[in-house]
């Protein structure tokens, strides 16, 4: 997912704004301005949700115009879309009707880049505007806590046993474990190379983490005590997600999707990733479906300027559908195995 971003610069600061074009999901206006505190301009986008059914991938239900909407949290019973307004929207998941919307930060043009859904407390973590990160109570979106884990957070994910929240940092490429229980920032690791995704490994407390280089596990190993190990390098995933209940996992590498199972093969060396299947397209999000057969992908169709919806059979190894959709990929979600969310920008 592209973002704008304030950057430190000597004595000032680089303000990014996010200045979006017809055709384009994201343009770069710099600006070298004289600052003390953080700024950011935003110019707020229209992007739409598409609901698509994961049997037949036909279009059930489209809501266009929503304001600066970035990313996607599923929740039983609601969607709920989080915007770079600070706004959050929550969708009836039945009859896709707004039931209401909250005010949950300030408008942000680098932040409300991810969430994670913490089922262990009932609530959300969220990005938020400046590097916060907000934890939200579900499904009432009321504000329970918000904090600060280091200068400018990327993503998020949850350990396996939902006991640390790990939060990876852009410009330092950390990651951070902060535990649930009362929010309290630990340990932080050094991962050398640029990070590109997260996803919890099956051991509890544990992080496979994918740069641009090579592939990590990151685990806990108490309150104060994080620990990073290289597993593998010279092939880099792009994207990766856990199959739930599984040892195996679901990797994007270059413009190939397949199946590696981490426990399997023993690491190192490098695990054997099978299943392999090509595709078109510049991969941006993955989500896998709890039917124990489908991982869906969105990737984007420069060529044409839309996004493309593909549906992988990693249980026999193939590709068994595909959805052109209008728009700039931004989110993908899975509502167990029988719909697919899709966020896109007009």
């Not at 397949?258 to 510049?282: M, N, Q, S, Y």
Request: aromatic share 10%; net charge negative.
């Amino acid at each position: 997912m592209v973002c704008g971003k304030t950057i430190p610069f000597f004595g000032g600061c680089i303000v990014v704004a996010k200045l979006l074009l017809p055709g384009w999901f994201l343009g770069l206006l710099v600006v070298i301005a004289g600052c003390t505190n953080l700024t950011e301009y935003d110019m707020a986008y229209m992007a739409g949700l598409y609901v698509i059914s994961a049997g037949d991938f036909t279009v059930i239900e489209t809501i266009p115009d929503i304001e600066g909407a970035r990313i996607l949290l599923l929740y039983p019973g609601n969607i709920f879309v989080v915007s770079t307004e600070g706004v959050i929207y929550r969708y009836d998941s039945e009859t896709m009707e707004l039931v209401d919307q909250n005010q949950i930060g300030s408008p942000s043009a680098a932040g409300y880049s991810d969430a994670v859904f913490c089922t262990v407390k009932n609530t959300a973590y969220i990005i938020g505007s400046y590097g916060e990160i907000l934890e939200l109570s579900l499904p009432e979106c009321v504000l329970v806590d918000q904090f600060s884990v280091c200068q400018s957070p990327v993503m998020l994910a949850l350990g396996a046993g939902a006991s640390y929240l790990f939060v990876a940092d852009g410009p330092s490429n950390r990651v951070y474990q902060v535990k649930v229980n009362g929010n309290k920032t630990g340990d932080n690791v050094s991962i050398y190379y640029t990070i590109r995704c997260m996803a919890p490994f099956q051991n509890p407390d544990s992080m496979l983490v994918s740069t641009v280089e090579d592939l990590n596990l990151v685990s806990v190993l108490s309150a104060t005590n994080l620990r990073s190990v290289l597993l593998a390098g010279g092939r880099p995933f792009s994207a990766l997600v856990a199959v739930p209940d599984d040892t195996v996992f679901i990797g994007v590498n270059g413009n190939s999707i397949g199946v590696f199972d981490a426990i399997g093969t023993g690491l190192p060396p490098w695990p054997t990733f099978e299943k392999t299947v090509w595709f078109a397209g510049t991969p941006l999000c993955l989500a896998v479906a709890n039917d124990w057969q489908h991982a869906y992908l969105l990737v984007y169709m420069a060529g044409v300027n839309s996004s493309r919806l593909i549906s992988y059979n990693y249980s026999s190894g193939h590709i068994d559908r595909e959805l052109d959709i209008p728009g700039y990929p931004l989110d993908l979600e899975v509502l167990g195995g029988e719909a697919v969310y899709v966020l896109t920008t007009k």
